[in-house]
């Protein structure tokens, strides 16, 4: 059974950094895309950023250049630095685990990131 667990999240002044984490289990990472997405409150969950077999990524433009995805395949981490935090990147933070091949869609829990002076 997949597990996904966030971490890492927190307030935090605008211009400020925060790293999440996300620890899977039952998943092997180069089977799947993984992904950071968020919803802030009132609005649609949205895609942050993905990586795939550890190296290839894909941002929104709206964390290009701030937000660095990456991921650790022997411990079966993903991670989200996050730099120059805006008010706007304010919201739940999911992890995503989806099969490249088959139909396999996995979330975890969530972790809040409030970004305030």
């Known amino acids: 059974q997949v597990q996904l667990v966030e971490s890492g999240g927190g307030l935090v002044q605008p211009g400020g950094s925060l790293n999440l984490s996300c620890a899977a289990s039952?998943?092997?990472?180069?089977?799947?895309?993984m992904g950071w997405y968020r919803q802030a409150p009132g609005k649609q969950r949205e895609l942050v950023a993905t990586?795939?077999?550890?190296?290839?990524?894909h941002y929104a433009d709206s964390v290009k250049g701030r937000f660095t995805i990456s991921a650790d395949n022997a411990k079966n981490t993903m991670y989200l630095q996050m730099n120059r935090l805006d008010p706007e990147d304010t919201g739940v933070y999911y992890c995503?685990?989806?099969?490249?091949?088959?139909?396999?869609?996995?979330w975890g829990q969530g972790t809040q990131v409030t970004v305030s002076a």
């Open positions: 995503n685990a989806r099969h490249r091949w088959l139909i396999s869609n996995a």
């Open positions: 990586v795939t077999s550890g190296d290839i990524t």
């Open positions: 039952g998943i092997m990472f180069s089977l799947y895309v």
